[in-house]
């Protein structure tokens, strides 16, 4: 017996995104019927899994990745302005859920500490303070301020400095206003409010297998329940799978879909286990990635708060294993190779031979290795105190770009039908902290006529009142307004 269900919406994988876009939905148009499908027998256990992220709130402060050089060696802010509005439209949001009583407290998810970039040599010195003195002048990064002094940076960074040489080249840049996320208590809460509206079914162990467009315009979803068929059809399907998206998007079948390949890069992270450490460091210290390296392994020593629990992490290290999502297959890799994309995923592979090559010392490194690494940022360090664990798995974007030949794509990126009846979110960065400016845009692209209306139009701009993505909004004061109305509701207060 095939179980059958319909909804206006169905939702694959219960994690960050599509959590956001469920309450998005929600919000936009109460009583919608919409099916949230995860395989696994709980929310967020992939990549949205606290311990699976970095927890990092996303507002281009600290992350030197986002800030490159342009050709005359100054840093082009441009990406870091659009991930820092996207930031602010996060915080927007759930600071509307806070008021609304549709997420109660926002102290277990959210927690303000400040961002540090930290670099070594004249040379990164000189280009961290150039950067700081173009973003601090920006009402966005105001307050950020530079310290090349040691005593200063034993101030701000006391396990950072200590039994640090006094001649040490070295420089920081610190930002109050940064924050760590929990977003597997964010994800489970809004997943939580979710469940109570009418209309809204979360179904755990369901695993989408296979979906292809019917005659009657519908999407059929073809889905495993231990060993039982679901059915559910659908007008609209968003397929949030995580790294599991790129197969289910190539089982779709859509032309947008053609070219689109993944290399899959896992992380892991030193967790550490001795309380005062942990009590004696408060901040999130982004370095410089290595020559080489993926921005994404940038190293970083992170404060968290997981569960409720203050914790401190450092990495990631990076590896490579061809599976999609950390409870996926070995097989995924393979899986995805077809006639399309075989082409771009070769060639990606030839020209990047610097990122493979640093993917495979990176998976040699031993203990001995990874311990100097985390000596760089705490030369104290003592292997005792830290266990190694697996993080999330990420799948980077490989994709045939008119004019410029196959690419390896860090960003996220949406492919959707030309008829708006399916979107499926690839790639990885910046992440869950852009969560709803990727799922207003989406939403945007996928439902025109709505917005057109007026009707949800008027509800977003309730939900999300100051547009930081538009340069005309970005005034000091407007800036200010918004971010005063947001840090009372969701308790933030700058340090
Ligand atoms: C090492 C690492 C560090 C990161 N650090 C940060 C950070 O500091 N800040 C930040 O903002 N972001 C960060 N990110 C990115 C962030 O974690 C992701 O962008 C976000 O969690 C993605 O959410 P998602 O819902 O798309 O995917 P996921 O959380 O991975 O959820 C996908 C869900 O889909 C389910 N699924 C898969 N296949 C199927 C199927 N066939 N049927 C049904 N369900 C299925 C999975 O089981 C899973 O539950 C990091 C990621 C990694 C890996």
């Given at each position: 017996?095939?179980?059958?269900?319909?909804?206006?919406?169905?939702?694959?994988?219960?994690?960050?995104?599509?959590?956001?876009?469920?309450?998005?939905?929600?919000?936009?148009?109460?009583?919608?019927?919409?099916?949230?499908?995860?395989?696994?027998?709980?929310?967020?256990?992939?990549?949205?899994?606290?311990?699976?992220?970095?927890?990092?709130?996303?507002?281009?402060?600290?992350?030197?990745?986002?800030?490159?050089?342009?050709?005359?060696?100054?840093?082009?802010?441009?990406?870091?302005?659009?991930?820092?509005?996207?930031?602010?439209?996060?915080?927007?949001?759930?600071?509307?859920?806070?008021?609304?009583?549709?997420?109660?407290?926002?102290?277990?998810?959210?927690?303000?500490?400040?961002?540090?970039s930290l670099v070594w040599g004249e040379e990164d010195v000189a280009a961290l303070e150039q950067r700081q003195q173009r973003m601090a002048a920006l009402p966005q990064f105001a307050g950020m301020v530079f310290s090349r002094d040691h005593a200063a940076l034993r101030d701000w960074l006391p396990l950072v400095m200590e039994g640090r040489p006094g001649e040490d080249v070295?420089?920081?840049?610190?930002?109050?206003?940064?924050?760590?996320?929990?977003?597997?208590?964010?994800?489970?809460?809004?997943?939580?409010?979710?469940?109570?509206?009418?209309?809204?079914?979360?179904?755990?162990?369901?695993?989408?297998?296979?979906?292809?467009?019917?005659?009657?315009?519908?999407?059929?979803?073809?889905?495993?329940?231990?060993?039982?068929?679901?059915?559910?059809?659908?007008?609209?399907?968003?397929?949030?799978?995580?790294?599991?998206?790129?197969?289910?998007?190539?089982?779709?079948?859509?032309?947008?879909?053609?070219?689109?390949?993944?290399?899959?890069?896992?992380?892991?992270?030193?967790?550490?286990?001795?309380?005062?450490?942990?009590?004696?460091?408060?901040?999130?210290?982004?370095?410089?990635?290595?020559?080489?390296?993926?921005?994404?392994?940038?190293?970083?020593?992170?404060?968290?708060?997981?569960?409720?629990?203050?914790?401190?992490?450092?990495?990631?290290?990076?590896?490579?294993?061809?599976?999609?999502?950390?409870?996926?297959?070995?097989?995924?890799?393979?899986?995805?190779?077809?006639?399309?994309?075989?082409?771009?995923?070769?060639?990606?592979?030839?020209?990047?031979?610097?990122?493979?090559?640093?993917?495979?010392?990176?998976?040699?490194?031993?203990?001995?290795?990874?311990?100097?690494?985390?000596?760089?940022?705490?030369?104290?360090?003592?292997?005792?105190?830290?266990?190694?664990?697996?993080?999330?798995?990420?799948?980077?974007?490989?994709?045939?770009?008119?004019?410029?030949?196959?690419?390896?794509?860090?960003?996220?990126?949406?492919?959707?039908?030309?008829?708006?009846?399916?979107?499926?979110?690839?790639?990885?960065?910046?992440?869950?902290?852009?969560?709803?400016?990727?799922?207003?845009?989406?939403?945007?692209?996928?439902?025109?006529?709505?917005?057109?209306?007026?009707?949800?139009?008027?509800?977003?701009?309730?939900?999300?009142?100051?547009?930081?993505?538009?340069?005309?909004?970005?005034?000091?004061?407007?800036?200010?307004?918004?971010?005063?109305?947001?840090?009372?509701?969701?308790?933030?207060?700058?340090?």
């Amino acid at each position: 017996m095939v179980e059958r269900i319909q909804a206006d919406a169905v939702l694959v994988g219960a994690g960050m995104m599509s959590a956001t876009l469920a309450t998005l939905l929600q919000q936009l148009e109460p009583g919608l019927t919409v099916v949230i499908l995860e395989r696994l027998g709980r929310v967020a256990a992939e990549s949205s899994a606290a311990l699976n992220n970095a927890g990092t709130g996303h507002g281009a402060n600290c992350e030197l990745n986002y800030t490159p050089m342009d050709a005359h060696g100054r840093p082009n802010l441009h990406k870091a302005l659009a991930i820092n509005g996207a930031y602010e439209q996060s915080l927007q949001f759930w600071a509307a859920l806070v008021e609304q009583g549709a997420l109660s407290c926002p102290g277990t998810f959210l927690h303000q500490v400040p961002h540090y970039s930290l670099v070594w040599g004249e040379e990164d010195v000189a280009a961290l303070e150039q950067r700081q003195q173009r973003m601090a002048a920006l009402p966005q990064f105001a307050g950020m301020v530079f310290s090349r002094d040691h005593a200063a940076l034993r101030d701000w960074l006391p396990l950072v400095m200590e039994g640090r040489p006094g001649e040490d080249v070295m420089a920081a840049t610190r930002y109050g206003r940064g924050t760590d996320v929990d977003f597997g208590a964010l994800t489970e809460s809004l997943l939580s409010w979710l469940q109570r509206q009418p209309g809204v079914e979360l179904r755990l162990n369901h695993v989408l297998r296979n979906l292809c467009r019917g005659s009657d315009g519908l999407w059929h979803l073809d889905v495993d329940h231990g060993g039982k068929r679901v059915q559910v059809d659908s007008p609209f399907v968003f397929l949030g799978a995580g790294g599991g998206t790129l197969l289910l998007l190539q089982r779709a079948g859509l032309p947008e879909a053609r070219g689109y390949g993944g290399f899959p890069v896992s992380g892991r992270w030193l967790i550490c286990q001795t309380a005062p450490l942990i009590g004696r460091h408060w901040g999130k210290v982004y370095g410089k990635a290595p020559m080489g390296a993926p921005p994404m392994s940038m190293p970083h020593l992170d404060s968290r708060w997981i569960s409720g629990h203050r914790g401190l992490l450092f990495g990631p290290y990076a590896g490579f294993s061809s599976k999609f999502l950390k409870h996926g297959s070995l097989l995924d890799l393979p899986a995805s190779v077809r006639p399309h994309n075989l082409l771009p995923m070769v060639r990606v592979g030839l020209r990047e031979r610097h990122l493979v090559g640093y993917l495979l010392q990176q998976l040699r490194q031993g203990s001995r290795e990874r311990l100097s690494g985390l000596r760089r940022f705490l030369p104290q360090a003592r292997p005792e105190d830290w266990n190694l664990a697996v993080a999330g798995q990420r799948v980077q974007i490989i994709k045939q770009e008119p004019g410029r030949g196959a690419q390896l794509k860090l960003g996220t990126e949406v492919v959707a039908a030309a008829d708006g009846s399916l979107a499926a979110l690839l790639g990885a960065s910046p992440g869950a902290s852009t969560a709803v400016n990727i799922m207003v845009n989406l939403l945007q692209r996928c439902f025109p006529q709505r917005f057109r209306s007026g009707h949800w139009s008027q509800r977003l701009a309730r939900l999300l009142p100051y547009d930081p993505t538009t340069t005309a909004a970005a005034s000091a004061a407007a800036l200010g307004q918004c971010r005063q109305r947001c840090d009372a509701i969701l308790g933030l207060t700058e340090v």
